[in-house]
């Protein structure tokens, strides 16, 4: 059959349309249940991002409570400010009168140690020939001879009294004004090291008037035994005045510096008064200014032994004499047992390029160390 009736044509139609209403009502069904499933998936990502959040924010808070809170003082009083000032003060002094109380018994112990080695060197001496050093010529290089041989030499008249008599003025009104003989805190700027300190003082003196007068004179009278003895390019590395009062002990037999083959520093000691044999004169040992001397010394302990038996001369010198030694020449000062202070103006002079081992504590005040040579005193 080629075509159907018209009747059969409608009803073709009819179920075609019905077919694609009911495709229709399946599209949009589906389209529902999309919609519906979208919905729930969003309100699961709402439910996860508030877990989430939750679990954040116990997080921070199990951290925040385990982080130990800022240190925050307490309040302060006026009270508690003193009381901790009071012990601050407190502390400083107890530690401040302890240090001092440790140093006086060291110092003691130093000093009951160099009795004990003067009582020994004392008794090793006491068979010893004792006589008063004689005065050479300055002139012709006898004095610079008997430096070179015996380590010490004598030379009178090197300056004058009223030189000396200023100068003995000066060094009392020093030691006056920096309290010497009442404190024993003394400033190291004015005051040297020396041995058996009770009533001695090592007073640095300063350069003024009295000091240049008392020093120019000096060279100038001993101008050829220094120039050839130590020569005019020495350095003065010492200036200063040796004090001994009345009741001042014996100091122990020493050198000034320890051995070296080649003599370095070469010290002047200047009477201010006249120096007798009980006012504590300067004890010398003549040839102890060799290898041979400090060994005996040495092997002696420094109490005893051949070197200590030398025949020695005693410094019973008037004012404005001087004595002039190498420093590698065992000496002394003996003990004050008159009623008189005795005073030596000293100063030193350092060969060029010698070694010197106290170097850096020499008596000399800090600005005049490395200042002026004995061609500068001369000039």
Request: hydrophobic share 40%.
């Amino acid at each position: 059959m080629r075509a159907g009736t018209p009747s059969t044509r409608v009803a073709v139609a009819r179920a075609r349309g019905a077919t694609a209403r009911s495709r229709s009502r399946r599209v949009v069904a589906r389209g529902v249940v999309a919609r519906e499933s979208t919905t729930r998936a969003l309100a699961r990502g709402v439910v996860l991002a508030h877990q989430t959040l939750f679990a954040l924010g116990a997080q921070d808070a199990v951290a925040v409570a385990a982080t130990p809170a800022a240190y925050a003082p307490s309040p302060y009083a006026a009270e508690d400010g003193l009381a901790q000032l009071f012990v601050c003060v407190f502390v400083l002094v107890v530690g401040g009168v302890g240090m001092k109380v440790s140093l006086e018994g060291e110092t003691e112990a130093r000093e009951a140690a160099l009795a004990d080695k003067v009582r020994a060197q004392t008794k090793a001496m006491s068979e010893a020939t004792s006589t008063t050093m004689e005065a050479v010529g300055e002139e012709g290089g006898e004095a610079r001879g008997a430096v070179e041989a015996r380590g010490v030499v004598r030379v009178n008249d090197v300056l004058s009294e009223e030189a000396s008599a200023e100068m003995s003025r000066y060094v009392d009104e020093t030691l006056r004004a920096n309290d010497a003989g009442t404190t024993r805190d003394l400033s190291m700027e004015t005051f040297g090291n020396v041995y058996c300190k009770k009533n001695r003082w090592d007073l640095k003196l300063a350069y003024d008037a009295p000091v240049r007068r008392a020093l120019g004179e000096c060279v100038r009278s001993m101008r050829e035994v220094l120039t050839t003895t130590c020569g005019e390019d020495a350095e003065l590395v010492e200036l200063a005045a040796l004090v001994s009062d009345p009741g001042s002990t014996r100091q122990p037999v020493h050198p000034d510096t320890a051995y070296r083959r080649d003599p370095s520093v070469f010290t002047c000691f200047v009477a201010l008064q006249d120096v007798e044999r009980d006012m504590g004169p300067t004890l010398f040992i003549p040839g102890t200014n060799n290898a041979q001397a400090h060994v005996e010394f040495r092997e002696g302990r420094e109490r005893g032994g051949p070197v200590l038996q030398r025949p020695y001369e005693l410094g019973v010198i008037s004012r404005g004499d001087a004595t002039l030694f190498d420093s590698r020449t065992l000496h002394c000062g003996t003990e004050n047992e008159s009623a008189r202070r005795r005073v030596l103006f000293y100063f030193s002079f350092q060969r060029s390029q010698s070694e010197n081992p106290n170097a850096a504590i020499s008596t000399i005040r800090t600005e005049l160390r490395g200042k002026y040579t004995l061609a500068d005193l001369l000039a």
